[in-house]
């Protein structure tokens, strides 16, 4: 990541050597006028002062490579090229770099999915102070990737990660998610004893520090605004306030907080119920990839709220949510191939996207895979499946009568396995994990 506020330069004669074999004055260019050129968009000027000092050793500069071939600044975007240059810069003892490559590894963007690279550079530049990677190393030990599961640790690196004291003011540097993670730790005494008063107290840093960025202009910092209110952390719960600030985020670049304002449109809170609304929100939203508000539009379009119902719409936006990863839009994807609506009758098309949703955990999707693989219907017969399915279903189902009929049905499959079955059905259900995607 490049950073204006260098101390170390290659030396004079480093310099002077540099030019002597180099023609070009953009070639003899200083750092100062690389970033120079940086910051007034001229890339091309930038990238040739940039490779002559990288080439010299210059970790500052390879790191800002790496930063201009994964932004295709002045080169091809090349995430590949750019975790090439971060691993340079990072060897050279760059905590920037090694941050960044952390977040190449940690998302398998460029290189390979590693989490045990990823904990590796995290771990290299949050100790060398960089705030980014305290919050990817207490992430990686909450979720036990590439390091043990360990809650105290997490709460360790959150804490640095957050600035280290939750009643700093909101000019002091800290990350705000990483405080609302660690509010969150207190609140569930995960890591740390349970104490409400200082997870109050990190919620109410989170809170200044994203309010501080929003007021900045930072449209996605306005959204975690919004949640914070939403969810009443750091704050009594306003959701009036979290509309507005959902409002807010959208004018400033942020067209995914549009789908948590249509949810509060389509159930009336903190704003009047008005599914016209919600459908402009969510539209806005989808058209700009957000998976979950392409599945919310399709439940207007099925159901007829706010919008004219249209199952063939409906599929339509449900599909774009599916394959964006939402599981609802998979399920409702599902339901329209199942009855026929708006799409050809598919059972197989019907339990390809059930399994989808199912495989992240709704419940509703594995109930409804589970009757499929007990009758056949779309998919083999098959009743250890069965019993697989509507085991998770009866344990994650809201309504008692519906989590009450999916333990009945999945009874019934039980009684006829045999002991062999019955063994390798429960085995799966112990094992079971959602997917993530």
């Not at 330069?9 to 070009?24: G, I, Y």
């Not at 690279?117 to 979720?143: F, I, M, N, R, T």
């Not at 919620?203 to 209110?229: S, T």
């Not at 304002?261 to 809170?269: I, Q, R, S, T």
Request: hydrophobic share 40%; charged share 25%; proline share 3%.
């Amino acid at each position: 990541m490049i950073r204006f506020d260098r101390i170390v330069r290659p030396s004079a004669l480093s310099l002077a050597a540099a030019c002597a074999l180099m023609l070009s004055s953009s070639a003899c260019a200083t750092m100062d006028d690389a970033d120079a050129a940086y910051r007034r968009g001229d890339y091309a000027a930038a990238l040739t002062a940039y490779q002559s000092y990288a080439a010299q050793g210059n970790a500052e500069a390879q790191d800002t490579l790496g930063d201009m071939y994964f932004k295709g600044q002045g080169v091809p975007q090349d995430h590949a090229q750019a975790a090439s240059w971060y691993r340079k810069a990072a060897e050279g003892g760059n905590r920037y770099a090694a941050a960044d490559l952390g977040d190449l590894y940690a998302d398998g963007d460029g290189v390979e999915q590693d989490y045990v690279e990823a904990a590796k550079w995290y771990s290299q530049a949050a100790q060398a102070g960089s705030l980014p990677a305290a919050q990817g190393l207490a992430d990686l030990y909450v979720e036990g990737h590439g390091v043990a599961q360990d809650y105290a640790q997490a709460a360790t690196w959150y804490q640095k990660a957050a600035g280290g004291d939750p009643l700093l003011s909101a000019s002091a540097p800290g990350r705000p998610k990483a405080a609302v993670q660690l509010g969150d730790l207190y609140a569930e005494g995960q890591g740390v004893p349970q104490d409400s008063k200082l997870a109050s107290a990190w919620y109410r840093r989170g809170l200044d520090l994203y309010r501080k960025a929003a007021e900045g202009g930072d449209g996605v910092a306005a959204e975690h605004l919004g949640d914070l209110y939403a969810k009443g952390k750091g704050s009594a719960q306003d959701l009036g306030k979290a509309a507005e600030w959902y409002r807010k985020a959208i004018s400033l670049g942020d067209p995914a907080a549009g789908d948590k304002l249509g949810d509060l449109y389509a159930k009336g809170e903190g704003v009047g119920q008005d599914f016209q609304q919600a459908a402009v929100w969510y539209r806005k939203a989808a058209e700009a990839g957000d998976a979950s508000a392409a599945g919310s539009l399709g439940d207007l379009y099925a159901d007829g709220h706010g919008v004219k119902q249209d199952y063939a719409e409906a599929a339509v936006w449900y599909r774009k949510g599916a394959e964006g990863g939402d599981p609802w839009a998979a399920e409702g994807l599902g339901d329209l191939y199942a009855d026929g609506k708006g799409v050809p009758a598919d059972d197989a098309q019907a339990a390809a996207w059930y399994r989808k949703a199912a495989e992240k955990g709704n419940a509703t999707a594995q109930y409804a895979l589970g009757e499929m693989y007990k009758s056949g219907e779309g998919v083999p017969e098959d009743a250890v499946q069965a019993y697989l399915w509507l085991s998770l279903a009866a344990q994650n189902l809201k309504s008692d009568a519906s989590r009450n009929d999916a333990a009945a049905a999945r009874d019934a499959v039980f009684e006829d396995l045999n002991d062999d079955d019955k063994a390798e059905a429960q085995r799966l259900v112990q094992q079971w994990k959602p997917t993530s995607k």
